[in-house]
T-cell receptor
C-alpha cells in the first residue's frame, strides 16, 4: 500500500465551482498535513498547513483532516481560472521528511 | 516576502560529470532540504540538513550525493557522477525552528543528464 495516495485527475470545473481534492494515507504516525499548489515547471507553493483533525479555513481554501479515517481534503470555493494548477498533499511524521501525494491536476474553465 | 532561490534554473550535463546545484534558503531558517521530482512523478525527499550536518536522508541519497552549507547563505547539492536517471527537477526547501514548521520551496533546478 502506498504511503500517500491522491487521485491524479485531471479535475475540470467551471469558474465559480467548488473544487474538492483529497488524499488518503496509510501511516498513523503522520501528524502534520499540508497542501501545496504547483504550477507547471515551478516549485510547490504552500497553501495550507494543519496538524489536528477538523477544519482549517484560509480565505477561499478549507483544509480538512480526519485522522481516524486517514483522509485529508482541500476545498477551494469560488474557483478561478488562476487556480488551475496541480495540487499536492504532503504529510509528515515527527521528523523532517515530507511525503507527497502524486498531485491532482485541476483545470478551472472560464 | 522572503523566498528560497535556486541557481541555475536549468543545468545540462554529460553522464558521469559532477554537478553542483545551489540554493539560498530564507535567511532566518535553520533547516534545509533537497527534494527531486522526476518528470510526471511524485516529489521525493532526498535529504534534510540542520546545524551543519545531515539529519535525515532517503534511500535515493546515496554516496553519489552530498550536501554542504559552504557559507552563511548558500546550501548546495552535489552529484559526483551523474547518471541518466538523475535527470529531474531538484527543489531546495527551508524551514524555521521546530520540526513542525512549514517547508518553503524554491523554484527548482531542472537537471538534464545526456
Amino acid at each position: 500500500q502506498k504511503e500517500v495516495e491522491q487521485d491524479p485527475g485531471p479535475l475540470s470545473v467551471p469558474e465559480g465551482a467548488i473544487v474538492s481534492l483529497n488524499c488518503t494515507y496509510s501511516n498513523s504516525a503522520f501528524q502534520y498535513f499540508m497542501w501545496y499548489r504547483q504550477y507547471s515547471r515551478k516549485g510547490p507553493e504552500l497553501l495550507m498547513y494543519t496538524y489536528s483533525s477538523g477544519n482549517k479555513e484560509d480565505g477561499r481554501f478549507t483544509a480538512q483532516v480526519d485522522k481516524s479515517s486517514k483522509y485529508i481534503s482541500l476545498f477551494i470555493r469560488d474557483s478561478q481560472p488562476s487556480d488551475s494548477a496541480t495540487y499536492l498533499c504532503a504529510i509528515k511524521a515527527a521528523g523532517n521528511k515530507l511525503t507527497f501525494g502524486g498531485g491532482t491536476r485541476v483545470l478551472v474553465k472560464p | 516576502e522572503p523566498e528560497v532561490t535556486q541557481t541555475p534554473s536549468h543545468q545540462v550535463t554529460q553522464m558521469g560529470q559532477e554537478v553542483i546545484l545551489r540554493c539560498v534558503p530564507i535567511s532566518n531558517h535553520l533547516y534545509f532540504y533537497w527534494y527531486r521530482q522526476i518528470l510526471g512523478q511524485k516529489v521525493e525527499f532526498l535529504v534534510s540538513f540542520y546545524n551543519n550536518e545531515i539529519s535525515e536522508k532517503s534511500e535515493i541519497f546515496d554516496d553519489q550525493f552530498s550536501v554542504e552549507r559552504p557559507d552563511g547563505s548558500n546550501f548546495t547539492l552535489k552529484i559526483r557522477s551523474t547518471k541518466l536517471e538523475d535527470s529531474a527537477m531538484y527543489f531546495c526547501a527551508s524551514s524555521s525552528w521546530g520540526l513542525d514548521n512549514e517547508q518553503f520551496f524554491g523554484p527548482g533546478t531542472r537537471l538534464t543528464v545526456l
